[in-house]
């Protein structure tokens, strides 16, 4: 499958934002150098039920 339909998303202090079922992601990450404090809310039981983790066929690059 192609890279092509990868995007990211920059949220600000104070926003949230919930992902469609079955939206393939991955933990965020602060960029910048300000330290950041994530959190980051699963169901129970997430990590023995649909939890998956691959390595990209190639690198994406990250634009601001």
Same mark, same amino acid.
């Given at each position: 499958?192609?890279?092509?339909?990868?995007?990211?998303?920059?949220?600000?202090?104070?926003?949230?934002?919930?992902?469609?079922?079955?939206?393939?992601?991955?933990?965020?990450?602060?960029?910048?150098?300000?330290?950041? #404090?994530?959190?980051?809310?699963?169901?129970?039981?997430?990590?023995?039920?649909?939890?998956?983790?691959?390595?990209?066929?190639?690198?994406?690059?990250? #634009?601001?």
């Amino acid at each position: 499958a192609g890279l092509e339909g990868i995007v990211a998303v920059r949220v600000k202090p104070g926003q949230a934002f919930i992902l469609e079922k079955g939206a393939w992601h991955g933990s965020p990450f602060p960029v910048g150098r300000k330290p950041a #404090r994530l959190l980051v809310i699963f169901h129970s039981g997430t990590g023995r039920t649909d939890l998956e983790f691959r390595d990209l066929p190639q690198d994406v690059a990250v #634009r601001g």
